[in-house]
């Protein structure tokens, strides 16, 4: 029988792709695995308690919210929390900013009511205010430091008369660049640090996503790119951008409810 030389050739391809098939299959596998916030969120010691009900206020990234169903998916595939019955309630108004997002009303649409009226029907347990972006990038129609400071300690007021918890968000990018050229985001690092002292001086969970971005895009947009990281359009998120969001709150919610007063 005459041996065919075209067999080492055939096998070694096929182990070849074989193995390349199986790194392709792992790195699948561990795109999929949850973020440490969301395993934290979900873990055997959850601080979530039985019918938590968590409203988010924003504007078109938490109305798009994609964070906010990576949040959902994860406590339902999760067996520590899928029977809680958790509910997260997504209130973003397009084009919102915090004095649109108080009286519930902007240019592009409506929350249904007034952020007050909202918080005594639903009467959530948690509330995520992520807001800030538009504040500085509608400019002139935007919102002044003082107003913007005004606004969310108006927020924080509602939130704690409806029994709620308050966790405020600073708000993300505008554009992707990370140089002194994107004065947006640099203007956004501003307001958030005025998110970041009314956190402190009333004691609320701070869940830092400006940071957050900047860091990471520091890290991974070696070409300077204005979009495509973490947006598609440079602020609204991608897949990518929309799971560092809900790594990031979600461990700031296990930091906030167990601080809670009647935590166990």
Not at 63 to 88: P, R, W
Not at 169 to 194: D, S
Not at 245 to 258: E, F, N, R, S, Y
Request: charged content about 25%; hydrophobic content about 40%.
């Amino acid at each position: 029988m005459m041996n065919n030389p075209c067999c080492p050739k055939i096998l070694v391809a096929t182990i070849c792709l074989a193995m390349l098939s199986s790194v392709q299959a792992q790195e699948k596998e561990d795109q999929k695995s949850p973020s440490p916030g969301l395993v934290k969120l979900t873990a055997r010691d959850t601080p979530l308690l039985k019918g938590e009900t968590i409203a988010f206020f924003g504007d078109s990234v938490t109305m798009q919210g994609g964070y906010i169903d990576m949040m959902a998916a994860a406590l339902k595939e999760s067996t520590n929390t899928s029977s809680l019955g958790v509910e997260l309630i997504k209130h973003g108004l397009d084009g919102g900013r915090v004095p649109s997002v108080l009286e519930g009303n902007g240019p592009f649409g409506s929350l249904g009511g007034t952020m007050e009226a909202l918080l005594e029907r639903e009467k959530p347990t948690v509330v995520v205010v992520f807001l800030g972006i538009n504040d500085v990038w509608h400019g002139e129609k935007g919102t002044t430091k003082p107003d913007f400071e005004a606004g969310l300690k108006n927020m924080i007021a509602l939130i704690r008369k409806s029994g709620g918890l308050p966790v405020l968000c600073t708000p993300t990018v505008i554009n992707e660049q990370m140089t002194v050229e994107n004065v947006l985001t640099a203007k956004l690092g501003e307001y958030g640090e005025i998110t970041r002292k009314l956190a402190e001086d009333n004691k609320i969970t701070l869940v830092d996503l400006h940071k957050a971005f900047v860091d990471t895009l520091k890290k991974i947009n070696k070409d300077n790119k204005r979009i495509g990281n973490l947006t598609y359009d440079g602020v609204h998120m991608n897949e990518a951008g929309n799971a560092l969001i809900a790594d990031q709150i979600a461990a700031g919610l296990v930091d906030a409810l167990k601080k809670r007063p009647h935590a166990p």
